[in-house]
């Protein structure tokens, strides 16, 4: 049987304006991750995906693109990945703004609609993407991703989560290194290790790899589950 051959990207974003994607709810505060999930990528590359040459089904979309790797993108500064911060300096990277919702029949807020939102501050991200190197229609997508704008996250009809490409190259990866803080190395190899870097130790934020949908009961907090085969790939 023929060994599967694999390409490799590094991914620049450049973000057009504050990111906020919910990691979770206290009273009317909705904290933000620092980083941008795997599985949020995914989607956004799903959603280009299905623009792709003109248009594609979703679902088609969706069962294309399960067979790519993908790390989390980080905030990128001085030309490195911020895998973790120290909380004192979280200000520096996330602000939040107390918001009310608005009803647009009275233009009068809405009793009991206060709500706290925390975004990353508008940032440069860096993530790595794994791709069979044999899929043409792939190949094409990730090579010309260059200059696209997409958007991610919560409140986008606010202008939140707008997102460029800055760059993208195919980078080489040979062997993966003892380092296991070095997030190219699951993509070598995810059979080896399935998660990606905990957030700060802590094991509660260990993220699968690739790829986690929502079970056929939609919604926050409910069952997650791994796509089919992502463990033996």
Known sequence: MTEIEYKYFEIRLKALSP???????FNILSE???FIPAWTMWNAFVKLFAL???????????SK????????FYIIENNEALFSFDETNRKKYISSDLKNAINPLSNTSLEGALYEREYIHAKNFIGWVKINS???DLNTFFSELKGKLFFIGADK??????VKVEKISEIQVEKPSSDKTKPKNFLFKPKNNNYLLPVESDEKEFFPLTLREWDKEKGSGM?????????ND
């Open 65 to 72: 693109l399960k067979s790519i790797r993908l790390t989390n």
């Open 223 to 231: 069952k997650i589950v791994l796509i089919e085969g992502s463990q």
């Open 19 to 25: 990111i906020s994607i919910t990691r979770r709810t």
């Open 157 to 162: 009809n606010t202008g939140f989560g707008k």
């Open 52 to 62: 792709f040459e003109g248009n594609r089904d979703y679902k088609d979309a969706k």
């Open 134 to 136: 044999s899929d043409s």
């Open 32 to 34: 933000t991750y620092w």
